[in-house]
């Protein structure tokens, strides 16, 4: 199974807010330089009927739905963390094999539950569904397929609370009359290049000979969009690795090299970092300040800690130093953002078992 939540962030949104349910939901990510100032960072479906989708700015957003009654939102990423951590959590528990791919993603291996039936694995994407709805009243559209390529296209086909189920022997058949963009990891650069192999839609591409596909897009790329127009993949649903640095970035409200001017932002964005150590039970032996100047150059500036912490005034003090060490050391520098990263993470002894333990109390 490939699940994917139906616009997450608006989900979320929407829950913590009942009144916005029905109406358009935008939520952005703003810059705090104006009012409008920033970029949408996704959109639940009734704003995407009137043409707003991710990436777009903000104002753009605005003109699109000006004659609408409309919500926009500040992403509240932490949040919507917190929620996608309960989720995932509970979908390790109805697969052989768990893979979370996003915040918003996962694959899940039903291969022995099921017995390989996929009358049976329908019925468990529905039972998914169900108690996603009952327990955080979201929904989202699963895809069933005998691999994660076709898994994942499956889970595209019907949204939002979609339920797609393709068999072994179907795969062909549901795979042809798609267009070539639907191929996982086939962008707009990628799908120019097909169109002038004339090229549009998936069997299209499974005609074209392996040569020409290496010789235009190099042997890793060529090769797996030959076996993707096929319906082949290999790839098994594998847990991935633990996080290794948590970070948060922000834009200041104005242009500054003044330390004073960044104290305010230091203090929330180590905060969340803070949070976030603590929820997941780790800490950190090292601390970095991330400065995005006016002229968009990146710099960082970091120091180790003398022990593992996860305290968050000891945070916030390595990153309003370090903060000023950099602006002492580049007369010149002018700050347009910055980020607080933790990294040389490890887990608290005993911290996740207990916490394990509490919950199933």
């Known amino acids: ?23 358009p939901v935008v939520v952005c990510v703003y810059s705090g330089r ?20 991710a990436g777009i700015p903000i104002s753009r957003a605005k003109k699109l739905l000006e004659s609408v009654h409309v919500a926009f939102v500040p992403m509240n990423h932490f949040h919507y963390e917190q929620v996608s951590e309960r989720i995932m959590e509970a979908l390790r528990t109805q697969a052989d094999a768990f893979e979370q ?38 929904t989202a559209s699963i895809g069933i397929g005998p691999n994660k390529l076709i898994a994942k296209i499956a889970s595209d086909q019907s949204k939002p609370d979609g339920l797609t189920v393709v068999k072994p022997e179907e795969v062909m058949n549901f795979l042809s009359p798609l267009p070539i963009s ?20 998936i069997t299209q591409l499974s005609t074209l000979n392996p040569t020409a596909l290496v010789e235009t897009f190099g042997k890793s790329l060529g090769a797996y969009l030959y076996r993707a127009s096929r319906g082949e ?88 130093q370090l903060t000023q060490e950099f602006l002492q050391s580049n007369p010149e520098a002018v700050l347009r953002r910055l980020g607080v990263k933790a990294f040389g993470l490890t887990r608290e002894a005993g911290q996740t078992d207990m916490s394990k333990f509490l919950t199933a109390q």
Request: hydrophobic share 30%; with cysteine; glycine share 4%.
């Open 1 to 23: 199974m490939h699940l994917d939540l139906d616009s997450f962030y608006a989900q979320c949104e929407e829950n913590a807010n009942p009144i916005l349910k029905g109406k």
């Open 34 to 53: 104006t009012e409008d100032s920033g970029v949408v960072s996704t959109a639940n479906y009734e704003a995407r009927k009137y043409g707003v989708k």
């Open 101 to 138: 791919t996003s915040i918003d993603e996962a694959f899940l291996d039903v291969s022995g539950r099921t017995a390989l039936s996929y009358d049976s694995a329908r019925e468990a994407a529905l039972e998914i569904k169900k108690q996603l709805l009952q327990q955080e009243n979201v």
């Open 182 to 201: 639907r191929i996982p990891g086939v962008g707009k650069k990628g799908e120019e290049k097909l169109t002038q192999l004339n090229v549009s839609t």
């Open 233 to 320: 993949d290999d790839d098994p649903v594998k847990e991935r690795e633990r996080p290794t640095q948590f970070s948060r970035i922000a834009t200041l409200k104005q242009n500054t090299r003044r330390p004073e001017d960044t104290f305010q932002l230091l203090t929330e964005l180590a905060k969340s970092v803070c949070d976030k150590l603590k929820e997941q039970g780790m800490t950190c032996k090292s601390i970095a300040v991330i400065a995005i100047l006016t002229d968009l150059s990146i710099h960082s500036r970091s120091r180790t800690l003398e022990s593992p912490s996860s305290e968050g005034k000891l945070i916030e003090a390595a990153a309003k």
